[in-house]
């Protein structure tokens, strides 16, 4: 074999490894973008915050964008924090609708639950222990597929209509419950709204967006820490 031959020889195999050498360097960089680009979508993902509840969540009356979660999301969105909301609320949902729907919700993942449950209960006179049994069920399923996120627990009172035992025993299942499971409590959502007919709508339970403004304030008041509001 010639000196020039061996020379090519030579040289083909050493670009070759020297091609193997580069794309090995290439898939490897490729690989710590990869990663260091999961990274950041990770770091950048939204968590979420869903409202799971009745026509008040779901604004019943007015513009979808009018009701208290989309106030939630405008606060969240002025203050820059990494949170989208889900109104998950259906007009008419009694707890035991919601405990039947709640699996179907949970399809997603949800670092934050909102409960706004029990309003039409009360209104049709349901057993309060049943009301009862039916909130914790939704608790101990949103517990048991998604064990990291946290409750909150939207507290309710009906006027005496059904008498006084009824009115009382309805308005303390919410702190009960909240307690017993250790989750946070929003006293009562329409604090400051129910019973001004200047802050609710002609049928006197639904507010405006005017009441609904007060009401985003009564839950923020509970959530806001949860999200580190900056101040």
Known sequence: MTT??????FLFFALLISCGDSAQKEEKNEAQEAVTSENIEEENK?????????????????????????VIQEKIDSLDLPYQVVNAGLSGETTAAGR?????????????FVLELGANDGLRGIPIEET???????????????????????????????????????????????????????????????GNPSLNQQDGI??????????????????????GERE
């Open 132 to 194: 009862r049994r039916n909130l914790q069920a939704i608790i101990d399923t949103v517990r048991e597929e998604n064990p990291e996120a946290k409750i909150v627990l939207a507290g309710m009172q009906i006027p005496p209509n059904l008498g006084e035992e009824y009115t009382r025993g309805f308005r303390n299942i919410f702190p009960e419950l909240a307690e017993k499971n250790n989750v946070e409590l929003i006293p009562f959502l329409l604090e400051g709204v129910a």
């Open 4 to 9: 020039l031959s061996k020379s090519c020889i």
């Open 46 to 70: 939204e968590k979420v915050i869903l409202f799971f509840g009745n026509s008040l969540t779901a604004g019943m009356g007015l513009d979808t964008e009018e009701a208290f979660p989309a």
């Open 100 to 112: 039947n729907r709640v699996d179907w919700v949970l399809n997603q993942q949800v670092d934050i």
């Open 206 to 227: 639904h507010p405006t967006a005017e009441g609904y403004e007060i009401v985003a304030e009564n839950v923020w008041e509970v959530l806001g820490p949860m999200l």
